[in-house]
């Protein structure tokens, strides 16, 4: 079956259907909820309440092709108010707000060293520039993508991207 296919049964309630959609992006799906949870566990209770909502509201969506911008979207919405709610439970005086969202480089055949030189990279700049850095060139999202997902402009995303790139050019060089 194909994606509007599989869409159309989703809406008509069929769960198998829905399941095969998320299952073909399982694996990028989790590492974005893992980016923003930092916790194995935070990132297996946001996706299956991901799933659980998208399931409730597919009837919302309109364009079937769209399903997995829509469905990342969701996705980062719950990952934040969950960034949130752990920020609220921690709280305290020693809390450091800057500290407390730091996101993980995926695992992936990089070597060790340049996950850690990424790391350091994504630390140093402000949480909106890090989202928009880590959708386009860990999990490989189209600016067009990210753009629906972020609900901006592609203009937007283009210019916010380039920015942050040349943060980084000026703070960390050829490091």
């Known amino acids: 079956m194909d994606l509007k296919q599989l869409v159309a049964e989703s809406k008509k309630g069929n769960i198998e259907s829905f399941m095969f959609l998320l299952s073909a992006k399982q694996e990028m799906l989790y590492k974005i909820a893992y980016t923003y949870t930092q916790h194995p566990q935070d ?22 092709e769209k399903f997995y911008p ?20 921690r709280a305290g005086p020693a809390y450091d ?5 730091e996101p ?9 060293e340049d996950r850690v ?22 999990e490989d999202f189209t600016l067009k993508e990210i ?22 050019k000026q703070v960390w060089g050829d490091a």
């Open 70 to 89: 829509w469905y990342t979207a969701l996705l980062i919405n719950l990952c934040r108010a969950h960034y949130h709610r752990k920020r609220k439970e």
């Open 117 to 138: 030189l990424a790391e350091q990279i994504l630390r140093s700049l402000p949480y909106p520039e890090r989202e928009l850095l880590v959708l386009k060139f860990m």
């Open 97 to 101: 707000p800057q500290a407390a969202w």
């Open 43 to 64: 990132a297996e209770d946001v996706l299956s309440e991901a799933a659980i909502r998208a399931f409730d509201k597919i009837g919302q969506l309109r364009e079937p």
């Open 147 to 168: 753009a629906e997902i972020m609900d901006m402009a592609e203009g937007t995303v283009k210019s916010r991207l380039y920015r942050a790139l040349k943060k980084i």
């Open 104 to 112: 993980a480089v995926p695992d992936c055949s990089a070597a060790v």
